[in-house]
């Protein structure tokens, strides 16, 4: 089980480490889980360098080059320069805000594999596409983007995270998650064929409170958090459930 968390924009260099070392002094608990903490690009190293050394660090985003003239951006291999082995590619906010499109996303994807690190890979649905029926259409479509990376037999962690559900405190229902996942390892299973199955993680206003529900579900192998990951204690929390459906 991953539980990743991401920080956004989020955390000055003091409270991240301060939040670091709230979840160092846990992490002999979750020998069972993989942890993987995500905080803005200037404080990768910084969190690196204290972080407990079973904890994995990612970016949140890369170029969809490795280098060259592009200002204000980082590669996949700067990332993995400052030690992280994960990145998140294809965040709804991203999408949304950046205007990141399907083959933008798959240029950062084979950067991000060139460099050595594990994708998670967001897809997910708009509430004005679940309103109209259009929520398998979407994720499909947002899946045949990196199709490329599928086929060449690269794994990537898959982050179902319906849009209406982040940062919102509304959490899609155990049977939509339940399905949406099958669905999901079904278009995969179809695309890559059954022997490599990607984990896929369940993100959206995953709290302290409803972390045990959604981890129980069969088909959900982790989560990727926003918010609830800004605070040492409630993501510890989540970590110990993660732990306890993982034994
Ligand atoms: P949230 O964010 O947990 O705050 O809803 C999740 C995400 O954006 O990855």
Redesign the pocket.
């Known amino acids: 089980m991953i539980i990743?968390a991401?920080w956004?924009m989020n955390l000055g260099q003091a409270e991240g480490a301060i939040l670091i070392q709230g979840l160092n002094m846990h992490a002999d608990r979750w020998s069972d889980i993989s942890i993987v903490i995500c905080p803005p690009a200037p404080y990768l190293l910084a969190m690196r360098d204290i972080a407990h050394s079973e904890f994995h660090i990612g970016g949140q985003t890369c170029h969809g080059k490795l280098f060259g003239a592009h200002t204000g951006h980082v590669s996949a291999a700067m990332l993995a320069d400052c030690g992280a082995d994960y990145v998140?590619i294809g965040?709804?906010?991203r999408r949304q805000s950046d205007g990141e499109s399907g083959s933008v996303l798959l240029e950062q994807a084979k950067c991000a594999i060139d460099a050595g690190l594990r994708i998670i890979y967001?897809v997910g649905e708009t509430l004005e596409d679940r309103q109209a029926g259009r929520e398998s259409e979407v994720v499909s479509g947002q899946l045949a983007d990196i199709q490329d990376l599928l086929n060449s037999g690269d794994v990537p962690v898959i982050?179902y995270?319906p849009v209406w559900?982040?940062?919102?405190?509304q959490v899609a229902s155990v049977p939509d998650i339940e399905a949406m996942h099958n669905f999901i390892k079904s278009e995969t299973s179809r695309i890559m064929g059954a022997s490599d199955m990607p984990q896929i993680l369940y993100?959206?206003?995953?709290?302290p409170d409803n972390a045990e529900a959604i981890l129980s579900i069969r088909s959900v192998d982790g989560?990727?958090?926003?918010?609830?990951?800004l605070d040492a204690d409630g993501f510890a929390t989540i970590c110990d459930y993660a732990q306890k459906v993982s034994r």
């Not at 559900?165 to 405190?169: E, F, H, L, N, V």
């Not at 993100?203 to 709290?207: A, E, H, L, M, T």
């Open positions: 990743a991401n956004k998140i965040h709804s906010e967001c982050a995270e559900a982040i940062g919102t405190g993100g959206g206003s995953v709290k989560a990727l958090i926003g918010g609830a990951s």
